[in-house]
């Protein structure tokens, strides 16, 4: 069973930081390019990083931009986010996900095939 897992997630304080991970496991990574999304309480679930197939590319939504850094390590077939200067409007959980092989924006959700369950970040103000 294809299994992406995410950790890393917490209470923090608005301003402080926190360092997102998604292992996979029974699945291969670098074929395809990854994400990580959030959903906060009634809202829409929402793109917020990516990283291409190799690394190469990021992208990120505009409200992230300057605070998070998306990273991937082939070798421990995982994928990082830090989050720094985090915000009480960052409260969400994170998902992360990979893309279906091939080129796309890799902002929306239709574009990822395996979905993990998520992680609960909660930044205090």
């Known amino acids: 069973q294809v299994q992406l897992v995410e950790s890393g997630g917490g209470l923090v304080q608005a301003g402080g930081s926190l360092t997102l991970s998604c292992t996979a496991s029974?699945?291969?990574?670098?074929?395809?390019?990854m994400g990580w999304f959030r959903q906060a309480p009634g809202k829409e679930r929402e793109f917020v990083a990516a990283i291409s197939w190799n690394g190469g590319s990021t992208y990120y939504t505009d409200s992230v931009k300057g605070r998070f850094t998306i990273t991937r390590d082939g070798a421990k077939k995982t994928v990082y986010m830090q989050m720094s200067r985090l915000k009480p409007e960052d409260t969400a959980v994170y998902y992360c996900?990979?893309?279906?092989?091939?080129?796309?924006?890799?902002?929306?959700?239709?574009?990822?095939?395996?979905w993990g369950k998520g992680t609960q970040v909660t930044v205090s103000s």
């Open positions: 996900a990979r893309s279906r092989p091939g080129r796309g924006t890799y902002s929306m959700s239709v574009e990822y095939k395996f």
């Open positions: 029974r699945i291969t990574l670098d074929v395809a390019a």
